[in-house]
Nanobody
Framework: QVRLVESGGGLVQVGDSLRLSCAVSGGTFSTYAVGWFRQVPGKEREFVAAISWSGGSTYYADSVKGRVTISRDNTENTVLLQMNSLRPEDTAVYYC????????????????????WGQGTQVTVSS
């Protein structure tokens, strides 16, 4: 069973930076694409960024492009989400998710394509 654990969330000020980490265990990490999503109460879970199993391709939501960088370390089984110039609208619970490369499509940015999910980490940006 693949397990994902997010960390690194917290309370920050507008303009600050934060780095989220997603630790993956229980599977062959290098065969999974990983995505980050976020969700606020009353709204659907929203795509933030994704990275292919090799790390060679990355994808971003327009709302975070230029401020967020996703990366992965296949030797440490972790995926990082570096977030800069944070805004109040970035406040949400952030989730990482993994999907096997055979079934993953970068064009599909919906949560339903990801098979495994973490429990989430809260990010709050205060103005």
């Amino acid at each position: 069973q693949v397990r994902l654990v997010e960390s690194g969330g917290g309370l920050v000020q507008v303009g600050d930076s934060l780095r989220l980490s997603c630790a993956v265990s229980g599977g062959t990490f290098s065969t999974y694409a990983v995505g980050w999503f976020r969700q606020v109460p009353g709204k659907e879970r929203e795509f933030v960024a994704a990275i292919s199993w090799s790390g060679g391709s990355t994808y971003y939501a327009d709302s975070v492009k230029g401020r967020v960088t996703i990366s992965r370390d296949n030797t440490e089984n972790t995926v990082l989400l570096q977030m800069n110039s944070l805004r109040p609208e970035d406040t949400a619970v952030y989730y990482c998710a993994a999907d096997p490369w055979r079934s993953w499509s970068p064009a599909d940015k919906t949560p339903r394509q990801y098979e495994f999910w973490g429990q989430g980490t809260q990010v709050t940006v205060s103005s």
